[in-house]
Each structure stands twice: as C-alpha cells, then as structure tokens.
C-alpha cells in the first residue's frame, strides 16, 4: 500500500498515478477489514473505490486531452517538500513509537448495529449537517463546472 | 501486528499525500494527494477506534463522515480545477500565477 502509494506522487502519467491511487485505496479498504470495521471497508470501496476514483479519472480524462505526458512533473521545491514530509513522518512516527500502548492490545470488532446506533443517536446532527454540506457541494460543483456560453443562451 | 504499526503505515501515508501536494505541480494530482491524506487519518482513526473501542464507536463515525467530506470535497476541488482549466488551457498550477502583481 506505501508502495502504492508512493507511485501516486512519482509517477510521470496522471492516469497511472489515478491507477495507482485506487490500488491504494483497496488495500486500505483491506486494512479496515482486518481491524474489524468491515462496515468502514464497504464504505472505502463503495466511496473511494467507486466514487472518487471515477470521478478523479473523468476529471483527468476531461482536461488531458492526449497529452498525458508531462515534461516535468515536479515543483523546483521538490527538495524541500521531500525534506518536509520526511520530517512529518519522522515526527508522527516517533510520537506513534515512543507512547506506550499497553492499554491498546487487542483489537474489538465493531457490532454494526450499534454503531449504526450511535450514527443515529449520538452523532445524528453531524450526520444532517453532513448531508446539507453533500447537498451545498452538488449545487457548488454544478454551478462551477457549468460553461459561461450556456449561461448567455438560457438568459 | 499491534496499534504502532498501522500508526506508522498512517503517518507514512500522510506523508506521502503532503509530499505530493507540496512537489507536483499538476492540480489534479494535488488533489489525489489531498484524498490520500484523508485517507490516512481515517486509517489511524480506525485503528484508534480498533484498539481502544469506545462505547460509541466514535473513531469509525467519524471515519464515515471523514469519507462523506472528502466526497464533497473532491467534488468542488474538481469543479474548479476543470473550470480554471477550461480558461487557462493548462493544469499546470505554475501558470495560474496571473493573479499576482
């Protein structure tokens, strides 16, 4: 998945960087399932692996018309961005390394129901404001993604 | 395979997704690189959620709502970035330095 991962950011042709993000995507869709939140991994495939991803590929293939291949796909700051993650790696890691976690020692599968439960119960405000923000997202990304002629033409 | 690990799998991926959004200059895979930050913190929430459950199952309600945001933020991040690129003819964020001066 690191592997994967790190093809998204090197790679030179963005359609093999969408490929490889999707592959991302599916082994964390694994990893979910593995910690016991089967619910979250069919949430990852059905979201990322089926939404995004598409919505990522029609979006590249919308605005590259053939020309795929980019000179260079690198900032000059690529040095310093490198520098930068290495260290925010570093730092998270070593916070992850140096905590003691014996009070996380196995793991707890999720019930479904109950955390269907507390979806609707607990966390019911968040999930209505979630769906107004989905609702302010569709109308924002029509509006945007909308041309300017067509605009002239039903006026 | 205990908490650490998929803590550092998360923080690896994090920052593999801030290298990207940093070092390329294509905005659409600046935008991959965004989604792959979410997805390493719904990773690490996950796992917190896995290893020290709560009553409430808190780490995968808000793995869920993580997701449902970055939907809508893909979303508008794509609107825009095919609408600038529909007037400037590139995706390269280099050349989107106009409004400078």
């Not at chain 1, 495939?45 to 598409?54: M, N, P």
Request: charged share 10%; proline share 3%.
């Amino acid at each position: 998945m690191i592997g994967a991962g790190l093809l998204v950011v090197t790679l030179r042709n963005i359609i093999h960087s969408a490929i490889a993000m999707m592959v991302c995507f599916g082994s964390l869709a694994g990893m979910y399932a593995l910690l016991g939140a089967p619910i979250v991994a069919a949430a990852q495939v059905l979201i990322y692996l089926g939404a995004i991803s598409v919505l990522i590929l029609f979006a590249i293939m919308l605005t590259q018309a053939g020309d795929a291949n980019l000179p260079a796909p690198f900032h000059p700051q690529v040095w310093v961005a490198a520098l930068a993650a290495v260290a925010i790696v570093g730092l998270t890691g070593w916070a992850a390394i140096a905590t003691d976690w014996k009070a996380a020692a196995t793991t707890v599968a999720i019930v479904v129901s109950a955390l269907a439960k507390s979806l609707f119960t607990d966390y019911a405000l968040p999930f209505e404001i979630l769906s107004l923000l989905l609702l302010v997202a569709i109308i924002g990304a029509i509006y945007l993604a909308r041309r300017p002629e067509e605009d002239e033409r039903a006026n | 395979m205990g908490l650490q690990s998929y803590l550092i799998v998360s923080a690896m991926l994090f920052g593999i997704g801030a290298f990207g959004f940093m070092a390329r200059r294509n905005a659409i895979l600046m935008l991959i690189s965004i989604e792959l930050m979410l997805n390493s913190v719904n990773l690490s929430l996950v796992a917190f959620n896995a290893y020290l459950p709560s009553p409430v199952n808190a780490g995968a309600v808000f793995a869920l709502l993580v997701m449902a945001v970055a939907a809508a933020e893909a979303t508008v991040g794509l609107a825009l970035v095919i609408a600038i690129i529909r007037t400037r003819q590139t995706a390269e964020v280099d050349e989107y330095a106009d409004l400078k001066e």
